[in-house]
């Protein structure tokens, strides 16, 4: 085999590699492989005594393209300590969570209740007990 035949085989099982792992890095990040979920504080909402708080946070991204997008509740004392913490999934027609996903807020005796709701789900009740519920 001459040199230059040697050569262009080289680079060609090297432009291959580069494409193959390039492609595989593309195909990652398109199922969210990558997909860290940090949350996203969307709003804070205390209860009328001043002793808890409520904490509604987008995770992450919606799934790309029109796809769900996940949430979370978090119950925290004035102190910072966390209560409960429940997950949600909005079904959103891939859209950001935003202030109006929360119909109501509802500070009970012994817990707290959020009304959620989104464009292509029926409105979903999530009850955060505390007081040692």
Known sequence: MSRITKTLLTVLFFAVVIIIGAGLVISAFWNDGFDIKRPREIGVYNSPNGEYELVFEQMGDPQWPF???????????????????????????????????????????????????????????????????
């Open 67 to 133: 796809g769900p997008t996940e949430v979370r509740l978090t119950l925290k004392t004035d102190d910072g300590d966390v209560i409960r913490q429940v997950d949600a999934t909005l079904y959103n027609d891939g859209a950001n969570a935003g202030e109006g996903n929360i119909v109501s807020v509802v500070w009970n005796d012994d817990d707290v209740t959020v009304i959620l709701r989104a464009a292509e789900m029926e409105d979903k009740e999530v009850t955060l007990p505390y007081n040692g519920v």
